[in-house]
C-alpha cells in the first residue's frame, strides 16, 4: 500500500469518460502501437545505442552521455513514485470503453505518475540541444506519444501533464553534471581559440 492515494480531478474524467464513450478499437490499436515509442524498454536501448555510436564519433560523447544519465534517472523516478502514490487507472473504471476497445494496461493503481510521459517530457527538454527544425519534430512527437497514454485509458491527463512536466525537471537537473558548460559557452570557447 502506497504512502498518498491520488484522486482524478473532475477535467480528468471527463476526459476519460469522453474516450471511454467516443473511442474505437481501431484508434485504441493505433494508440497502442505509438505508445511503444514512449516505453522505457525502447527509449534505453535507443539511448545505449547513441553512446555506443559516439564511442566511434567522440565530439557527441557528451549529449550521449547525457542523453544515456536521463535515460536511467527516467526509467526508476516513475517506478519509485509508483510505490509512494496510488491512484486507479481509468481503464480500471469504465465499461463502456472496454466494449469500444480500451485495453486493460499495467497495474491497476499505478496511475500516477505516467512514466511514458516522464520519459517524454525529458525528451522535450532535452530537444532544446537540438537545431530548430529537429527540435520541433522532436516536441511534437513527444506531446503525441505522451498523448496516447490519456487515449489508451492507461492514465488521467493529470498523470500525463505532471509526468511531462516531471521529466523536463529531471532532464533539466542533469544538464549542470553531464554537459557542463552550456553550448553558447563552449562554442564562445572554440571561437577564442580560432
Do not use: C
Request: glycine share 6%; proline share 5%; no cysteine.
Amino acid at each position: 500500500m502506497a504512502l498518498v492515494t491520488v484522486k482524478p480531478t473532475r477535467i480528468d474524467t471527463a476526459i476519460a469518460n469522453g474516450i471511454a464513450d467516443n473511442t474505437t478499437s481501431s484508434l485504441e490499436h493505433a494508440a497502442q502501437a505509438l505508445t511503444w515509442g514512449a516505453d522505457e524498454h525502447v527509449l534505453l536501448a535507443l539511448a545505449a545505442a547513441g553512446w555506443l555510436y559516439t564511442r566511434l564519433h567522440p565530439q557527441h560523447r557528451p549529449v550521449a552521455n547525457h542523453i544515456l544519465m536521463v535515460s536511467f534517472a527516467t526509467a526508476v523516478l516513475p517506478h519509485v513514485l509508483k510505490s509512494v502514490f496510488d491512484q486507479t487507472r481509468p481503464d480500471r473504471l469504465t465499461v463502456t470503453g472496454h466494449r469500444h476497445g480500451v485495453p486493460f494496461s499495467g497495474r491497476s493503481r499505478d496511475a500516477f505518475p505516467s512514466g511514458h510521459a516522464v520519459h517524454m517530457g525529458a525528451l522535450a527538454s532535452a530537444a532544446g540541444l537540438l537545431p530548430a527544425i529537429w527540435r520541433r519534430l522532436a516536441r511534437t512527437l513527444a506531446v503525441t506519444l505522451s498523448s496516447t497514454r490519456v487515449v489508451l485509458l492507461a492514465h488521467w491527463a493529470s498523470d500525463v501533464v505532471a509526468g511531462f512536466i516531471l521529466g523536463v525537471i529531471v532532464e533539466r537537473s542533469f544538464r549542470p553534471f553531464t554537459l557542463g558548460r552550456s553550448s553558447q559557452q563552449r562554442a564562445s570557447a572554440s571561437r577564442g581559440l580560432s
